[in-house]
């Protein structure tokens, strides 16, 4: 893959104003930073919004993890701005599961709710699994009840997680092509490894799942023209590991004593041609891209879109 043609001085001036120079770190990717087309998505949603009338998000919180309650406020937050009506259901740690089910079964039937998420993982006890295939799949705007992931897994998406939908759109956002290049995703989970793997095999790459048992990861990562790395282990893609002009996608979000980490050392950015940051880069996607999801459920709902096999 060729480095970008906006690897100019002043791109790079822009960057280190930017505060990306932590470390000494000397740049030459271009940063993907997630804000800008996050911001242009959120305006697009607000848009939508005032279009459709009412569209409304709930949110199904069990327990107190406090990671989970910040993201679930942002992501309040975020949906108030675009202007659609929130709901925040916050339930005690020690609800029965069978609770749990008619909670969700009460956002499905609520007409005023286009868009439910039960955030994961439940507290120990919970069935995460039950929980999520209780969500009316129409609605189901984390994507990660058994329809939708099959439908993404047939070539056919309805309601895809969002950050895997990030990604994509700032891979697009950056033209990196994807057409025959080698991709490799390391990570497996139901809401990012596998759905992002499902939609760079989509668009025509060749893709490479690395997981935990993966024996010698630096061997498969060092073939990728597009990384997209999602392990939550910090800086586990280290210079070494990358091809020179990849584009390297940093999922990560670690919490250690020096602050907010992600997978990839940031000193990638002397080798990749394409580096997402980290905060500010796949995060801030994540959030607009389930407001695109909710305002995509709204047109599910109102038949503006069909939904296969269910609806429409
Ligand atoms: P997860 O814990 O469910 O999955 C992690 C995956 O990484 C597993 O499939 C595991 O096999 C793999 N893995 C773990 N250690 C590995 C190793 N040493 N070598 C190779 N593979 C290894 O995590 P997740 O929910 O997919 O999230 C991954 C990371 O992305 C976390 O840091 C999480 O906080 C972050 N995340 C960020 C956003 C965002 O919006 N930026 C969204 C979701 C997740």
Redesign the pocket.
Known sequence: MLRSSANSGLVLATQRLGGITSRGTNLSATLMKGGPLAERVRAEVADDVRELGQVGLATVQVGEDP?STIYIRRKHEAADEAGMHSVDRKLPASISQEELVEEVAALNADDGIDGILVQLPLPRGLDDAAAVTAIDPVKDVDGVHPFNAGELYLGRPTHV???PL?IMALLDEHRVPLDGARAVV????????KPIAHLLLQAHATVTI?????DD?ARQTLDADVLV?????PE?VTTDMVKSGAAVVD????RTESGLV??VDPDVAKVAAFLTP??G???????AMLLENTVRAARFRRGLLAFPGIRG
Do not use: K, W
């Open positions: 990671a997680p969002a950050t990030g390391i990570g497996r989970s139901d809401i990012v490894g690395c997981h935990s048992h993966t990861l790395v999602a392990a939550g282990v586990i999922v990560g979000i670690n992600g997978d980290v905060p880069g796949v995060g801030p996607m994540t959030i």
